[in-house]
């Protein structure tokens, strides 16, 4: 088969078999005022090293900054093994196995990924199909809805701006109520929360750490919603924080979704990202996407096969919970080598991320910009700054990506940025930074 464009003779062969005169009619179902009329503005043919230069030379205009933002994408070091297997042939084509038990690699690694998260978050269950973390947010508060039958959720302000935004049109999409509860010193307001809790409500959402960098007292919070009878759900978008505090599922929170981009994979433009989404057993059977099985086969050897799998290509339609049917599995798998790579330093490495983030923090108020919120933190920190549109500005002139500017979603903090360091932040970057501030503050 070639692939070149078609010639005339073919192409009028084919309109006229479909009874068309001309490629336009294919389109008249579209309004002429919204079509082009003319021929796309296309630069002429490159030859292969004359786009190589055309690529050096944009390359050339990146200015990459010193990093100080995080707020749900996180710069992690990425060690040289998570490429290295991640490219190999086998595994970089690798997408949903439609003859899944010929493809035991893929299982294994699914499985693997799974099994992960649930040492990491104490959960008994994970799937492995998630987009991202706030369409895993959706899903989990769709698994509580249906698990529930109740019709309204409640949610801290201090849940991802954006997340929020995906949540909202899910909800508005399944004619759930989504509630907002007011957040008092960067955190949940739990002496308000029992008092926004009734009968219908079939889950409690909490971020941890939220998107203020707080930790939240996820203990009170399931505490409260158990007593209302509805679901707690905790999201994650920084998995590293994981390391360090106490396993959600230890504190009896009942589904836990999040972002896990920040294993082994890099921060781009809107991209990749890996949800993850995991529960207590009873919701097992509940979850979209699909679970990979540890099992033997005819000659007693280990073995892997799907065990569930709501794929609405099995069931259907207005019987699916979930168009989401991709497994992730690429991104799923680096995120396997990464914390396979990683084993138990995930602890220090948190324990790193932290005392970074504090040294900053530090730093920054002996120039008298003292932190947000009093509150505990992991990596990132909110901290008042003047003017803070205009600083940031200068900061990004002196090399600097400041943080993430809070005004842009809560006019109360409008002379506030919300700052994170990861081991990726040296302590003399943090030292210049400091001083950059003080500068560009004046």
Do not use: W
């Amino acid at each position: 088969m070639k692939y070149t464009c078609s010639p005339e003779d073919d192409r009028y062969v084919m309109l006229k078999s479909i009874g068309v005169r001309a490629v336009d009619d294919l389109f008249t179902d579209i309004p002429e005022a919204m079509r082009l009329g003319k021929d796309l503005d296309l630069p002429s043919a490159l030859s292969e090293i004359e786009t190589m230069r055309l690529m050096e030379e944009l390359a050339a205009k990146n200015r990459p900054g010193r990093c100080f933002a995080g707020a749900g994408a996180y710069v992690h070091y990425m060690p040289a093994v998570v490429d290295a297997l991640a490219s190999r042939s086998e595994f970089y084509t690798a997408y949903t196995p439609y003859q899944a038990e010929v493809s035991q690699g893929t299982l294994t690694a699914i499985f693997e990924f799974q099994t992960f998260v649930c040492r990491l978050t104490g959960m008994d269950v994970a799937n492995a199909s998630m987009y991202d973390g706030a369409t895993a947010l959706a899903e989990a508060v769709l698994m509580s809805m249906h698990a529930s039958g109740k019709k309204s959720v409640v949610a801290g302000d201090t849940l991802h701006p954006h997340y929020r935004a995906v949540l909202e049109t899910y909800c508005g999409a399944n004619g759930l109520e989504l509630r907002i509860l007011p957040s008092a010193n960067g955190v949940m307001d739990t002496s308000a929360l029992a008092g926004a809790l009734n009968s219908a409500t079939a889950a409690v959402v909490t971020q941890n750490p939220n998107f203020f960098g707080c930790i939240e007292d996820v203990a009170a919070i399931t505490g409260a919603a158990h007593v209302a009878k509805a679901h707690s759900i905790v999201v994650v978008t920084e998995p590293h924080s994981l390391g360090l505090i106490a396993a959600p599922g230890k504190l009896g929170v009942d589904i836990l979704c999040g972002e896990a981009q920040s294993f082994g994979n890099p921060v781009g433009y809107g991209g990749p990202a890996l949800g993850f989404l995991a529960a207590k057993g009873e919701f097992m059977r509940r979850m979209p996407g699909r679970l990979v099985g540890k099992t033997v086969d005819s000659d007693g050897k280990d073995a892997y096969a799907l065990t569930l799998q709501t794929r609405e290509q099995h069931i259907r339609r207005e019987k699916a919970t979930s168009n989401i049917c991709t497994n992730q599995g690429l991104c799923a798998l680096r995120a396997v080598i990464y914390l396979s790579a990683l084993g138990n330093a995930i602890r220090p490495l948190a324990e790193l991320n932290h005392r970074l983030a504090a040294r900053c923090k530090s730093l920054l108020a002996s120039k008298g910009f003292t932190a947000v919120f009093d509150r505990p933190y992991f990596n990132e920190f909110a901290v008042g700054i003047k003017k803070a549109p205009v600083v940031m500005k200068r900061l990004e002139e002196e090399g600097f990506i400041p943080g993430v500017h809070l005004g842009d979603y809560y006019g109360e903090y409008a002379d506030c940025v919300l700052v994170c360091c990861t081991e990726m932040t040296s302590p003399a970057e943090i030292d210049a930074f400091a001083e950059a501030v003080k500068r560009c503050a004046r």
